[in-house]
């Protein structure tokens, strides 16, 4: 049973009387809205009669974006660039592969949260689950805490982080800390390794942690498992926005993607409930997440290291009777008080630094590339040299 029929099942039944609802009664003649499996299963249409991201601000902090996309444009706030000082100058996409643009990722990820179409009423082209939320748009290469620091100052209420970063990051985890005890709620994405190392920022206290799950409810076997892994999303095979032009598209997977689907269900609880705190939107989104019922067979103790608390329902988090509960919400939040001021420290939690996250997400958002290129250049060394021993043995040689 896919996803679609598994959340309508879930709490669509009990809400509509129905098992699976499609775009809501009238057909979308459009191949790209079409594909949006992940609308269908959400029942975005219903959704969108009682909260679309009105008057909420999302900053996602990226590489780049293309503004200009017709399914973006007027959804852009003034944002700021953070370089990154302690690096060289150079080309920003000296490492993209011949079919990459730097806009890609962030044009990716800021349709999936806001995109509102294009063509009569929007009806043709991609819509983000949240379509009238404004981003807040942030490129930062290596500066992200800056970033995090400069989105709580400057009123968002949603930080979407669809990265990974170096693991001794200073004031990562502060900068978040900060955050969250301004009331801004923090999402990012766990990783597409398919390995149990945690990564920063999703490892650190206060962030709601992303892993991918498919259209049958199966969580991604790339995402990366362990108890950093909150809740689940749609990620794979997901249409998206391209920065490579103003009208093109592509389909990718990764746990970025989920991440924004996250981003942008928080967004839609802000508008409703603007007075919870970023652990009370986090337990709206907990206790209505869901299994499909082959995973339930599993009998697995939640939070689980692959499924966290299962996948949203972002229906069921927005109408169900569910008690505000205490500030801290069910997840790990920090202790004590947030420093104004940035921590110079890093904080080391693991052995990976940033590997890529999604859209084949090979690019990262920062650093560890040099270092990549300097180990890649020792291993051919050393494989030449191993090959001329081997060809030509003497003294030397390893016998």
Request: proline share 8%; glycine share 12%; charged share 20%.
């Amino acid at each position: 049973m896919r996803v679609t029929r598994t959340l309508r099942a879930t709490i669509g039944a009990a809400l509509t009387g129905a098992l699976f609802l499609g775009t809501g009664g009238s057909a979308v003649a459009d191949q790209n809205r079409d594909a949006q499996w992940p609308l269908t299963a959400f029942g975005a249409q219903d959704i969108w009669k009682q909260s679309t991201g009105k008057g909420v601000t999302v900053a996602v902090i990226e590489k780049a974006f293309r503004k200009t996309h017709q399914d973006l444009t007027g959804q852009f706030l003034p944002g700021k660039d953070f370089p990154n000082p302690t690096k060289e100058k150079g080309d920003p996409g000296a490492y993209l592969r011949p079919d990459e643009d730097l806009r890609d990722h962030g044009t990716a990820m800021a349709g999936l949260i806001a995109g509102h179409g294009h063509g009569p009423g929007g009806s043709a082209g991609m819509k983000g689950l949240s379509p009238e939320v404004k981003i807040l748009p942030l490129t930062s290469v290596g500066t992200v805490p800056t970033a995090i620091r400069y989105a709580v100052d400057h009123e968002a209420d949603v930080i979407n982080m669809s990265f990974l970063s170096d693991p001794t990051t200073p004031d990562m985890c502060e900068s978040i800390h900060y955050a969250v005890e301004k009331g801004v709620v923090v999402v990012a994405g766990v990783g597409n390794d398919g390995q149990p190392e945690k990564n920063l920022p999703s490892a650190c206290p206060g962030v709601i942690g992303v892993g991918a799950v498919d259209e049958y409810g199966n969580a991604w076997e790339m995402n990366n498992y362990n108890s950093a892994v909150d809740l689940l999303a749609p990620g794979v095979d997901v249409p998206v926005l391209s920065g490579k032009g103003d009208s093109r598209y592509a389909t990718t997977e990764g746990t970025s993607v989920a991440t924004a689907y996250v981003t942008a269900a928080v967004a839609l609880l802000r508008e409703k409930y603007p007075d919870l705190t970023p652990g009370q939107i986090a337990n709206r989104l907990v206790k209505t997440a869901r299994l499909s019922a082959s995973v339930k067979k599993k009998h697995l103790k939640l939070p689980d290291d692959h499924y966290g608390h299962g996948f949203i329902v972002p229906e069921a988090a927005l109408n169900k009777d569910i008690p505000a509960g205490p500030a801290q919400g069910p997840l790990p939040m920090p202790k004590g008080k947030a420093s104004k001021t940035p921590v110079t420290a890093g904080l080391k939690i693991g052995p990976n630094p940033n590997p890529p996250m999604g859209m084949g997400e090979r690019l990262t958002l920062f650093g560890g590339i040099g270092l990549g290129v300097l180990v890649v250049i020792g291993i051919i060394i050393a494989v030449v040299v191993a090959a001329r021993r081997r060809n030509n043995p003497g003294p030397q040689a390893w016998g």
